[in-house]
């Protein structure tokens, strides 16, 4: 039976930490600091905030520091809601979703580039249901979530070193 309870206190916590970098904390060098995903250990004792930030001057080592020196008023806001019995504790990580984004983008780009044919053949419309059989297309777009959460699980055993 799957648990739902730590997804459940994953998003809580976002939620949370999101609400009180845009209302509470009132450092003009968090403006556009967001959190993008909250992970929890099995245990609940420790919590990987991803933040991003978007036209903000600082860098991310530098908002990085802020994020671990504003963490004791985080972990105030945490035991103030009541969520959970025990507060994790914090470790803050970049969530570099978007550069890599950025470069699959444009690595198609220039793939679309290379391969396209001034011959007239190219048709921009084509539905790649038509081309691959259902097998091959199932297989190539399977998203299993328990790979995902044996990818955290060891970044978890790794990171438990660290405090």
């Known amino acids: 039976m799957k648990s739902y309870r730590i997804p459940r206190l994953q998003n809580e916590?976002?939620?949370?930490?999101?609400v009180t970098l845009s209302q509470r904390v009132r450092n003009p060098q968090l403006?556009?600091?967001?959190?993008?995903?909250?992970?929890?250990?099995?245990?609940?004792?420790y919590a990987k905030i991803y933040f991003t930030h978007y036209n903000n001057p600082a860098g991310t080592k530098e908002i990085r520091d802020?994020?671990?020196?504003?963490?004791g008023f985080f972990k105030?806001?945490?035991?103030?809601?009541q969520l959970?019995?025990?507060?994790?504790e914090l470790s803050f990580h970049h969530?570099?979703?978007e550069e890599r984004a950025a470069k699959v983008e444009a690595l198609l780009?220039?793939?679309?580039?290379?391969?396209?044919?001034d011959d007239g053949d190219y048709d921009p419309d084509i539905d790649l249901d038509d081309i691959l059989e259902e097998d091959d297309y199932d297989s190539?777009?399977?998203?299993?979530?328990?790979?995902?959460?044996?990818?955290?699980?060891?970044?978890?055993?790794?990171?438990?070193?660290?405090y």
């Open 13 to 18: 916590l976002n939620k949370l930490l999101n």
């Open 31 to 45: 403006a556009w600091v967001q959190v993008s995903h909250v992970k929890l250990s099995k245990d609940l004792r």
């Open 66 to 71: 802020l994020l671990y020196k504003t963490s």
């Open 76 to 81: 105030k806001q945490i035991a103030g809601a």
């Open 84 to 88: 959970m019995r025990t507060i994790p």
């Open 95 to 97: 969530d570099n979703t």
């Open 109 to 117: 780009a220039r793939i679309k580039d290379r391969y396209d044919d």
């Open 140 to 162: 190539f777009f399977d998203d299993d979530e328990d790979d995902y959460d044996d990818y955290f699980e060891d970044e978890d055993d790794e990171d438990e070193d660290e």
